[in-house]
């Protein structure tokens, strides 16, 4: 038994369609082809960089040789290449170098909220000083009538 779930009839047509056409066929059709040779995975793995192609793929690994080399590279090296402009190279660099740690990004976020607030604290301060200051003229005003 198959069980298709669709938001409208629409989709759940199109989803029959396929079905139906594929039925009879071997699964292998549909299904993701793995990639075999070196350039096809370096280009899968450059790809998974926004806004890298597997075009600037390729042109990156003429230029370096190899995975290793391109990810030794200095950004002034990476920015020579033909076609890559500052943001690709900076988010390949950044791929290639800033940690993807969950922790180290955990303690980001608590040391901007950390400050985040006591910038709000001091704000907060500062309003009760302005306040209690015109308060003390309104008194010594009412003083010296």
Not at 6 to 14: F, L, N, P
Not at 66 to 95: H, N
Request: net charge neutral.
């Amino acid at each position: 038994m198959t069980l298709m779930l669709a938001w409208t009839e629409e989709e759940a047509a199109r989803y029959l369609e396929t079905y139906k056409a594929f039925e009879s066929r071997d699964a292998s059709i549909i299904q993701r082809r793995e990639k075999e040779t070196f350039a096809e995975q370096a280009a899968d793995v450059l790809t998974c960089v926004r806004s890298i192609n597997k075009t600037d793929s390729s042109i990156l690994l003429s230029s370096f040789g190899s995975l290793k080399g391109l990810a030794k590279a200095q950004m002034d090296e990476l920015s020579l290449c033909p076609g890559i402009g500052e943001k690709k190279v900076r988010r390949l660099f950044d791929a290639f170098h800033k940690p993807f740690s969950t922790q180290a990004a955990r303690k980001r976020r608590k040391r901007e909220k950390e400050a985040a607030e006591e910038v709000a604290q001091r704000k907060m301060e500062a309003e009760k000083a302005e306040q209690q200051k015109e308060r003390n003229e309104g008194d010594i005003h009412e003083v010296m009538v």
